[in-house]
């Protein structure tokens, strides 16, 4: 039975059970997956197989897709998808999502490339954070596997970037040709880890590290507005940018709380939600030029010449100015960076694709950290920040492409919100425009008069957005949550509450004190020269939730106090979640129509939407970046 063959079918129903022992014996692969969807106008053909294809209890076989021969399909996964990614663009939610992404990215970009510039003498700033910024979009929009995780300069690597020109500038030593040489050598790294399948072991990354690395980062968001801040005095400039920092804020939190309250009509909501903050940022710009507070001189955003680097020098960095011992110096460095990059950059990965969003395409990690590496050489040799995977614009980045309809709860455990209507995720619009597209506009911002625009912003108002995203982070964190369960009156909890299943009380306050130790750890060492380390702390954290959580809690409370990062149907692609077996060893129902696989379940009927849809009530956000 053929594609040709199936045109001649209006309906069929094909079942077959695949599982471990039956494709061993038979020499077959367990990586199947096809779909072809009919939608209006767009058809999307999709093939996953790796191999020969399992045959049912006919003898019938489904071939793969023959225009995506076995090769690709191993390299790239997503491969068969490729076209379908840019005709499903021809959506309306690519246009909101377009422009939310596109401040959701530049208003954070400017506030770490102002910090870069404090504390890296003027060798980092806007330009360069700008452009670092597109690089990664056009990039990954075009060629990566996972074509929703938005990509540019993140926190972290904000730290790793100023601790390491702490370190080498006192030793006489080129600062951008020695993070030219970390960038080239993490190239190698990177490419080492992709050939040698290393996301494999994502199998083993659950919400426990992703918690207290997003805690991290939001405490660092937080330190960094007070940084800002404390940098005015005790004079006027300082009062005022308190009162705009706290004002920006206040006024952003209150329009998010909006989005999501019962006031208003649904598009006003969706309005605030989506550009509350940019609005923001937008007034109280112009806000400090009212009455007596224009006389009061505000530090401003510094900028430079559009397309030119903040320093004095030319756009290829001279990596042959440096020795050839601190070349080698650099290899060390490099690892420390290729390990946050593999956490950071996959965590992204896995966020943008969790649970709660109800997927149809797959996943690719392998070919993502590839590309990540030859990004992290040319950012190297331009002199620009190594850009990777941004949390939490990610997931935010899915969510602002859910397609939704309004539907009636009728949970009955839920009593509180039972008879209520509730917001239900159809599908994701899966499509590689909508980040193509902040891209080139992150790239417009680049211009002159946008530069100008943009050298109007006071530095106070990003120390506001440093405080929002901190605030955000927290709030949404896992650990969080935890701590406020621990705190709420017993009487006024639900009974039905996912922590009260734990029997043990004091399991409870372990999980957390061990979250918060792993935090602290992180936080701490971050505060000295030694930072440039913190990532072997994060990765740590793996092993210790594998082999030492176990010893210390019961396999029920583990399952309760944590989760796993991304759905089933997204970790197949690394060989299946940590304690679950692998998605492709569970008996599947697959619908075949005239115009292929339409549909497929797994063995409890339930199909991977609807696992999905299970799933819509965990958050996405567990981290910041």
Not at 139 to 146: L, W
Not at 200 to 223: E, H, M, S
Not at 464 to 481: K, P, S
Not at 506 to 516: G, H, T
Request: proline share 6%; with cysteine; net charge neutral.
């Amino acid at each position: 039975m053929n594609l040709n063959s199936l045109h001649n079918t209006k309906h069929s129903l094909l079942e077959y059970p695949i599982d471990a022992d039956a494709d061993v014996k038979h020499g077959h692969s367990c990586r199947f997956r096809s779909r072809i969807y009919l939608q209006g106008w767009s058809r999307r053909i999709g093939s996953r197989y790796h191999g020969k294809l399992p045959e049912d209890s006919a003898g019938t076989q489904v071939v793969e897709d023959p225009h995506f021969p076995r090769h690709s399909q191993r390299c790239s996964p997503r491969a068969p998808y490729y076209w379908s990614d840019w005709i499903d663009a021809w959506d309306y939610r690519v246009i909101p999502a377009t422009v939310y992404m596109y401040f959701a990215n530049i208003l954070p970009a400017l506030a770490f490339s102002l910090d870069m510039f404090t504390k890296t003498n003027m060798q980092y700033g806007v330009n360069e954070v700008l452009l670092a910024s597109v690089l990664g979009a056009v990039v990954f929009s075009i060629i990566a596997c996972q074509p929703l995780v938005i990509v540019g300069v993140t926190g972290p690597i904000t730290v790793f970037n100023y601790t390491v020109y702490d370190i080498v500038t006192p030793l006489g030593t080129n600062y951008l040709a020695f993070m030219c040489w970390i960038g080239l050598w993490a190239v190698l790294l990177h490419w080492v880890l992709a050939v040698t399948n290393s996301c494999n072991w994502l199998k083993y990354v659950t919400r426990f590290p992703c918690d207290i690395f997003g805690f991290y980062v939001a405490f660092i968001y937080l330190q960094k507005g007070i940084q800002v801040l404390e940098r005015f005095g005790d004079d006027a400039p300082f009062y005022l940018s308190l009162s705009v920092a706290l004002l920006v804020f206040a006024i952003a939190y209150i329009c998010g709380e909006l989005g999501s309250a019962a006031l208003f009509r649904h598009p006003v909501r969706i309005f605030l939600k989506d550009y509350g903050t940019p609005l923001t940022v937008i007034f109280f710009t112009g806000f400090v030029h009212l009455g007596r507070m224009k006389s009061v001189e505000l530090e401003r955003l510094p900028t430079t010449r559009p397309f030119f680097p903040t320093a004095d020098r030319p756009w290829l960095v001279e990596l042959w100015d440096i020795e050839v011992r601190e070349a080698f110096l650099a290899l060390p460095f490099a690892i420390l960076l290729t390990v946050l990059f593999w956490f950071d950059h996959n965590v992204s990965s896995l966020i943008a694709q969790g649970t709660e969003f109800p997927l149809r395409k797959p996943a690719g990690f392998h070919w993502d950290i590839f590309l990540l590496g030859l990004t992290t050489g040319v950012a190297g040799i331009l002199g620009l920040p190594f850009p990777n995977g941004l949390i939490p614009q990610a997931p935010f980045h899915t969510e602002s492409l859910c397609v939704t309809v309004v539907e009636l709860d009728t949970d009955e455990n839920n009593t509180d919100a039972k008879g209520h209507h509730i917001y239900k995720r159809t599908h994701v619009v899966e499509q590689r425009v909508s980040n193509l597209a902040q891209g080139l506009l992150t790239l417009g911002t680049a211009t002159g008069p946008l530069l100008i625009v943009l050298h109007l912003i006071p530095q106070a108002v990003l120390a506001g957005l440093f405080f929002i995203m901190g605030y955000q982070a927290l709030e949404a964190n896992g650990i969080t949550q935890k701590l406020l369960y621990l705190l709420r009156d017993k009487n006024l909890t639900p009974t039905n509450h996912p922590l009260g299943h734990i029997q043990r009380r004091s399991a409870l306050w372990a999980f957390i004190i061990v979250e918060l130790v792993g935090f602290g750890a992180t936080f701490a060492i971050t505060q000295t020269i030694a930072a440039v380390g913190f990532p072997i702390f994060i990765l740590a954290l793996i092993p210790v939730r594998a082999l030492v959580m176990p010893r210390f809690f019961t396999a029920h409370e583990l399952s309760i106090l944590d989760a796993p990062t991304a759905s089933p149907f997204t970790m197949e692609s690394v060989g299946g979640t940590y304690a679950l077996p692998p998605l492709a060893m569970r008996t599947r129902k697959v619908v075949v129509t005239a115009c292929g696989v339409l549909a497929e379940s797994t063995e409890n009927g339930k199909s991977k939407e609807r696992l999905a849809e299970e799933g819509k009530n965990e958050s996405p956000i567990t981290a910041g970046g």
